[in-house]
């Protein structure tokens, strides 16, 4: 394959994915409207379905664009596009995260104490909920879902806390090894990375259980409740794909890979992990501490 | 007390927002990437012994009394 100049796109032949992923976008939609119907509810294995072939989709379609990588069919044009592509993703991340983050700062700093009577809320708190005090954390002048104790920070989000700045350390050695072309090193502190991540996991499906069988927190427990479980969720489902990523660019370095001048797909996996890490700090701050 | 960890927050961001611009304008030849990641991790192993030690001395009013305070 001859090399493309700069202004030409590499255009794949017969390219199938598109149209596969878009049979599993609409398999998976009609399956959960399907579970919606509340007077005869649907199987869920429409929708199961439809995430299957979704991955199917992923795993074919991203393992031709590393082929096609590998084979050097990509110009600057595509990899300027791959770049571009990473700032967008992660800008509806920050978007995102932005909007989990600004409805805790909302409800903490604004509706929480004027419900308990603070600035123009007095009368709000004198006639509907008299004797609501509005202090943090709290499930509401409603008390949704009844007492809960919230989660000891020094506890398990102190180790999962210890355990992400750990796994960020081993990632930027990997990083800084993989510059030096020491591939031996970078399989082995990526694998450390993806081992952390995995135990960080485990601890918070261990909080989430006992959250809600020792303390009563659960989604439904008012304000407090919601914001904990979205941020922490999502968090969380966060670090699932992050280890995956990490776990597939080992193999991908475990099979030769990426070169010190060349290696976008482990840096735009490494920028996100960081991410991720960050977020969590964010989380750790403003969730379990302050 | 409250302002340092603010501000160590916020140069971690730098730092993290700077690690993604030479990510998308270093074409990969950059080293700044790697060096401003570097950077950000240095602070928040820093902004995570900062809390531990307000937590400890009081500095900072916590959700949760702990057994890290007097």
Known sequence: MSELSKDQYYVPHLAKWPIVGSIGLTTTVLGAINMLNSENPGTPWVMYLGFAIILFMMFGWFGDVIKESENNLYNTQVDTSFRMGMVWFIFSEVMFFAGFFGALFYARTFSVPWLGGEGTGLATNEVLYPGYEGVWPTNGPGDLNGHYDIIDPYHLPLVNTLLLLTSSITITIAHHALRANNRAQTIIWLIATVILGAIFLYYQAEEYIEAYQQLNLKLSSGIYGSTFFMLTGFHGMHVTLGTIMIAIITIRVIKGHFRPESHFGFEAVAWYWHFVDVVWLGLFIFVYIL | ?70
């Open chain 2, 1 to 70: 007390m409250k302002y340092v960890i603010i501000v160590l927050l916020l140069f971690i961001l730098f730092s993290l927002g700077s690690a993604m611009f030479y990510l998308v304008k270093g074409q990969g030849q950059s080293k700044n990437t790697v060096k401003f990641l570097t950077v950000r991790v240095v602070l928040s192993v820093l902004l995570f012994l900062f809390i531990i030690l307000a937590a400890k001395m009081g500095w900072i009013e916590t959700q949760s009394p702990s057994f890290l305070q007097p």
